[in-house]
Nanobody, 115 residues
Framework: QVQLVESGGGLVQPGGSLRLSCAAS????????MGWYRQAPGKQRDMVAT???????NYADSVKGRFTISRDNAKNTVYLQMNSLKPEDTAVYYC?????????WGKGTLVTVSS
């Protein structure tokens, strides 16, 4: 089992920045992909950004050029730097990892972009 704990959400004005962090614990060996998904009210959960343990990244088109995913494998931690935030980025952001063909999720952290 893997446990994921997110931190760093909050309220930010349009154009601002936030950095999300997610620490994995438990059976962290053999974790492959880590990343972030988000779910806005009334919408499905969508991929935001992912990174494999070899460093390959994947971003949603809506966040390319604004968000950056990074990962510290020694600390089993994944980060999401979010710049130039827009109101449409408002959502609950969920940390995700995949280990031995099993997906794990954090409880989520709320990001609200509003003036």
């Amino acid at each position: 089992q893997v446990q994921l704990v997110e931190s760093g959400g909050g309220l930010v004005q349009p154009g601002g920045s936030l950095r999300l962090s997610c620490a994995a614990s438990g059976s962290t060996f053999s974790i492959d992909t880590m990343g972030w998904y988000r779910q806005a009210p009334g919408k499905q959960r969508d991929m935001v950004a992912t990174m494999t343990n070899s460093g390959t990244t994947n971003y949603a088109d809506s966040v390319k050029g604004r968000f950056t995913i990074s990962r510290d494998n020694a600390k089993n931690t994944v980060y999401l730097q979010m710049n130039s935030l827009k109101p449409e980025d408002t959502a609950v952001y969920y940390c995700y990892c995949r280990r031995v063909a099993v997906n794990y999720w954090g409880k989520g952290t709320l990001v609200t972009v509003s003036s």
